[in-house]
């Protein structure tokens, strides 16, 4: 066992959590472990503990599979594994943790191991990987196709089908009832949808592309051989797996195959912080994960929160007490406060905003600053109101959970040049590539890329057509673009920089502000510098995209300092100093779209609990009175009254501050208040009939 110097400033959980079946005597993995990590409760540091623990006591790095929910958990956890490990090992610790090499998301783990084995599961290992849009856009051809856009009554659109498949797949569940269950507008098109889906997994094969859906499905379905699942599954000693919560069954699934007796598995979450639901993560697997493997798996809690003050968790278990179905944890802390969460009741929308910009004033003349605080709200548009008085007050503010980085469209331009050089048979990406050349159009696009399928060899065939008639300037241009991206002559990553300069002239021809669009394409070139291959580059990016758009990066650059806004689901694991938490009423927390069944109010429930776990010191959660109506201008006065959201039912309100705002000052009330009346209308009014 080496020097447990390192495990010192843990605290008895957490340490329990790093030693378990660590240094056995046959030197292999222990049983299945589910850490159930509550909110706040050092659940990073400790996993990082637990890899570096399993390092120090010579496990192979190699031999060490850890999956996280986004790319930068990953890069975090190493960064973490590495200072861990330089302690106890000093120099041989870069070898080491260098060879953590088996550390990512589920999709991209997958995509590795698909081009791996590609060739026992008759997969060319060349597989362009599309995203979201381009999937849809994809399943749009199809329906097209099969005349499905044409119909007597309206079919459901690209997105709508796209989002029933993936659901459909990633919880294993029949399409009928995810009908049932989610779509049951949907339901009377279940025969049209299944040739839909059909034709649409044709389509992905004949072009040789899997959707980001296919990179779990496959390795489901690789695994289901005992032969390939004990070979990938032999592959790593220790399996450990972040945020469990947020799996849906597929993942929970790959991962029995590749531990089927549990031996080294590792999974940590928290069932009360399950808030996934429409990507079909399904907070059973978390609940469930103990009776999957006989003998049952050990749970360790960590309830000790190091984020919040005593008030604020005294609150956030109130409301999570609640919960029908949950692994019991009261999360507490050394933190003492005398400043309990405050529930603010405001008159309405404008008011929240005008409070909300008052009190991060004020924070901030206190000492804290912008970045310190956050405004968490539950849909991305309720925002709206707040947005225009920071704006109208000069405050900074960044938005998170809005539009990400690659929707915009000069960044999918040339990704797509790429993707088409990468798989010429990747109809989506030649499809809105050759359209940027002036005078070709979907028919021209459409005649060339047929031509090119039935080739052999597509960009030897591109070159021998002739050019689309009005295409004749641009065209030979883009011919050649492609023969040297397909023959890598100018090598990783200078060509990112090849169609960069390509691109520019169309750039400047379609968009008018084409000089703020190329700020992002020089960032897309830096990011593509951090990556080893066009392959590694193209398969990272869409599946861990960045979050920043052009529009949000200008703002930080205008003063270091700016207030965060975020939807909750894109603040689960962060914290700030300050939170506000906008619109804490019914019909928003919980949304009156997630009311329809006891599991969607609970996962509400969470998504509440979460928001108000996110804060250290201060928490303010704004019950707004009156709502105008959608399409209503706040001068009209069509508004619905709104009650406190039923998560805060009466016997929770002593776990609040309550509080109205704006408060009226003494001496406004009474005689006091006639002093203040400058023209005194109303005696005018009367007036005027004496």
């Not at 060490?64 to 330089?86: D, K, N, P, Q, Y």
């Not at 870069?94 to 590609?118: E, P």
Request: with cysteine; net charge negative; charged share 25%.
């Amino acid at each position: 066992m080496g020097d447990a110097a390192h495990l010192e400033k843990l605290n008895d959980r957490q340490r329990s959590v790093v030693e378990h079946g660590v240094g056995l005597a046959d030197g292999k993995a222990g049983g299945p472990l589910l850490i159930i990590a509550g909110a706040g409760s050092g659940k990073t540091n400790t996993l990082a503990h637990r890899v570096a623990h399993l390092i120090v006591n010579g496990a192979d790095p190699r031999r060490i599979l850890l999956m996280t929910f986004s790319r930068r958990a990953a890069s975090e956890m190493g960064r973490r594994v590495e200072r861990i490990c330089a302690r106890v090992l000093g120099e041989k610790a870069g070898v080491l943790t260098d060879a953590l090499a088996w550390a990512g998301t589920f999709h991209g783990i997958g995509a590795r191991l698909l081009r791996d084995y590609a060739d026992q599961i008759g997969l060319d290992p060349q597989f362009s990987i599309h995203d979201r849009e381009d999937s849809a856009d994809m399943m749009n051809l199809v329906r097209h196709q099969l005349g499905f856009s044409k119909m007597e009554s309206r079919f459901p659109t690209k997105g709508t089908c796209l989002a029933i498949y993936s659901r459909t797949v990633n919880a294993e569940a029949p399409l009928q009832d995810v009908l049932r269950a989610n779509y049951p507008w949907v339901a009377a098109w279940e025969a049209q949808l299944r040739e839909l889906f059909a034709g649409y997994v044709e389509a992905k094969q004949v072009q040789n592309v899997l959707d980001y859906d296919d990179l779990l499905l496959y390795w489901a379905q690789m695994v289901s051989d005992p032969v390939l699942a004990d070979d990938i599954g032999g592959r790593w000693d220790h399996v450990l797996v972040d945020e469990y919560q947020d799996t849906n069954r597929l993942q929970a699934s790959v991962l029995t195959a590749l531990k089927p007796g549990g031996r080294g598995l590792t999974v940590v979450g928290d069932d009360a912080q399950s808030i996934y639901s429409f990507r079909a993560a399904t907070v059973r697997n978390i609940l469930d994960f103990p009776k999957e493997f006989s003998p049952p798996a050990e749970i360790i809690t960590l309830d000790r929160n190091y984020r919040s003050t005593q008030p604020i968790l005294a609150a956030a278990n109130g409301v999570i007490d609640l919960a029908r179905e949950r692994f019991t944890k009261n999360l507490w802390t050394e933190r003492e406060s005398a400043e309990p969460p405050r529930l603010v009741t405001v008159r309405d929308e404008a008011d929240q905003a005008r409070f909300v910009a008052e009190e991060v004033l004020e924070n901030r003349e206190a000492g804290m600053r912008l970045k310190e605080q956050v405004v968490l709200f539950r849909a991305s548009h309720h925002s709206g109101p707040l947005e225009v008085e920071l704006t109208r007050r000069n405050i900074p503010f960044v938005k998170f959970g809005g539009l990400k980085f690659l929707d915009s469209a000069h960044v999918k331009d040339m990704l797509a040049a790429l993707r088409f050089a990468q798989n010429p048979r990747d109809r989506i990406a030649g499809f809105r590539v050759m359209q940027l050349l002036p005078g070709v159009g979907p028919s021209s696009a459409q005649t060339v890329l047929d031509a090119m399928a039935d080739r052999p060899d597509p960009v030897a065939a591109l070159a021998e057509l002739p050019c689309p008639p009005r295409a004749a300037a641009d065209w030979p241009g883009f011919v050649v673009l492609l023969g040297d991206l397909r023959e890598r002559g100018a090598g990783w990553p200078a060509e990112i920089a090849q169609v960069r300069n390509w691109y520019e002239p169309h750039l400047e021809r379609i968009h008018e502000d084409a000089e703020m669009r190329k700020a992002d394409l020089l960032q897309l070139e830096d990011i593509a510098a951090g990556y080893p291959s066009r392959e590694r580059f193209l398969t990272e990016l869409t599946l861990d995209p960045p979050d920043a758009t052009s529009g949000q990066a200008g703002v930080p650059l205008l003063d270091e300092d700016y207030l965060i806004l975020s939807t909750i689901h894109s603040a689960k694991g962060q914290e700030w100093k300050s939170v506000f938490v906008l619109n804490t009423v019914d019909g928003c927390i919980p949304s009156d779209l997630g009311v329809g069944t006891t599991e969607e109010i609970e996962e509400e429930r969470r998504l509440l609990y979460v928001a108000m776990t996110r804060a250290k010191d201060n928490l303010s959660l704004v019950v707004p009175q009156r709502f105008f109506t959608h399409g209503q201008s706040a001068t009209g006065d069509r508004h619905v009254y709104a009650s406190r959201t039923r998560f805060i039912p009466p016997k929770l309100l002593e776990l609040f501050e309550c509080r109205a705002w704006p408060m009226v000052a003494a001496g406004q009330v009474g005689g006091s208040h006639a002093q203040q009346v400058r023209v005194d209308v109303g005696a005018r009014m009367r007036g005027m009939w004496r």
